[in-house]
């Protein structure tokens, strides 16, 4: 019998027969997979702790027709939410968008999965601004499920935008400059437009020494809703937790 181990985010659960559970995983490499986790609804079933959704597992699976079934794993990681409640909705939205932007059949590569795990781990530091990982977090789903906006070069006449403000055409998901306008567009300071285009970017571990004002913060998650819209199936439904709508 041959056996995959994997490394992987538990992104949901939903209830099978009686004891029994189906768990859906975004692992490294392989991607969104199901698994068919029998008993792991019993608290004493060695499948229990190991398909808690918002967890981060090792698992050794064999493949059926359907499903994965689990031979065995650990758990790598479980959020600690003492005393900072409010992170269970950012996690719930952090999820949720995972779970519509990847099907079965995308493959996770390992930078990308290193940045989640990076992202995931920074729940946990009290300091740090969720907003601001949130934003940072939607313009790299936005990346990897194919959406090429582009914030720097002018759409019309590449050249970089300057001055005080630029504008964003949404149907083109490109910056066009203050000469190149064609009155459709959708004004924007060229401040939001630099910040968004550094988010774009960054490395997760420098979140900290960077301050956004949250009236920008606002202004940019209103341009990520509208790409996350554009880009996605569906909207995530926790996005209201967050003030999404
Ligand atoms: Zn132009």
């Known amino acids: 019998m041959e056996l995959i181990n994997v490394k992987g985010f538990v992104l949901k659960e939903q209830t099978y027969k009686e004891n029994d559970k189906i768990v859906w995983i975004l692992c490294e490499n392989i991607g969104k997979i199901s698994v068919l986790a029998k008993n792991a609804k019993k608290s004493t079933n060695s499948s229990f702790v190991v398909t808690q959704p ?26 600690d939410f003492i005393g900072c409640r409010d992170s269970i909705f950012y996690l719930t939205y952090f999820f949720e968008l995972l779970d519509i932007a990847f099907s079965e059949k995308d ?25 601001l990982i949130m934003r940072i977090f939607e313009l790299r789903i936005l990346r990897e499920v194919g959406c090429n906006f582009e914030f720097e070069y002018c759409y019309y006449c590449s050249n970089r935008v300057k001055g005080s403000v630029s504008y964003f ?6 910056v066009v400059c203050v000469s190149c306008r064609k009155l459709k567009e959708f004004k924007v300071e060229n401040r939001i437009i630099n910040i968004m285009r550094f988010l774009g970017t960054v490395n997760v571990s420098s979140i900290l020494k960077i301050k956004v004002s949250d009236e920008d913060m606002d202004f940019i998650f209103k341009i990520n809703k509208v790409l996350l819209e554009q880009n996605l199936v569906k909207m995530p439904n926790s996005i209201k937790f967050l003030g999404g709508y």
């Not at 597992?57 to 359907?66: A, E, T």
């Not at 390992?110 to 992202?119: G, Q, T, V």
Request: net charge positive; charged share 20%; proline share 2%.
């Open 107 to 131: 493959i996770i590569d390992r930078n990308f999965f290193k940045f989640l795990l990076n992202i995931f781990l920074m729940f946990e530091v009290p300091e740090i601004n969720k907003n």
């Open 54 to 79: 918002f967890s981060l597992v090792q698992l050794n699976l064999k493949k059926g027709k359907s499903f994965h079934y689990i031979f065995d794993g650990t758990l790598i990681k479980n959020l």
């Open 169 to 174: 055409d949404f149907s083109l998901q490109n």
